[in-house]
Nanobody, 126 residues
């Protein structure tokens, strides 16, 4: 069983930065795909970024490319999302998720992730 806990959310002005953390407990297999998703009020949960636990391969949605960076520390079982140049439209609840035996091909589908954190609120004021 895998448990995920997000932290690092908060209130920030447009143009500012935040770093989110996702701590995973339990044994994480090398083939696990870790993802970040977000959900704004009244909208569907959307893919933000993903990283392969084993080799560090990354994938980003177009709207965050060049601004967000996903990384991982395997020794700490922790995944990070560095968010720079934040915009008001980045506001939402951010969730981390784990997909054991996952592949980059299926990274965007929420149904491929059986493990989810509780979420952390990110609010960007303009």
């Amino acid at each position: 069983q895998v448990q995920l806990v997000e932290s690092g959310g908060g209130l920030v002005q447009a143009g500012g930065s935040l770093r989110l953390s996702c701590a995973a407990s339990g044994r994480t297999i090398s083939s696990t795909l870790m993802g970040w998703f977000r959900q704004a009020p009244g909208k569907e949960r959307e893919f933000v970024a993903a990283i392969s636990w084993s080799d560090g391969t990354t994938l980003y949605t177009d709207s965050v490319k060049g601004r967000f960076t996903i990384s991982r520390d395997n020794a700490k079982n922790t995944v990070y999302l560095q968010m720079n140049s934040l915009k008001a439209e980045d506001t939402g609840v951010y969730y981390c998720a784990a997909n054991p035996l996952g592949q980059v091909r299926g990274a965007l589908n929420t149904r491929n992730y059986p493990y989810w954190g509780q979420g952390t609120q990110v609010t960007v004021s303009s």
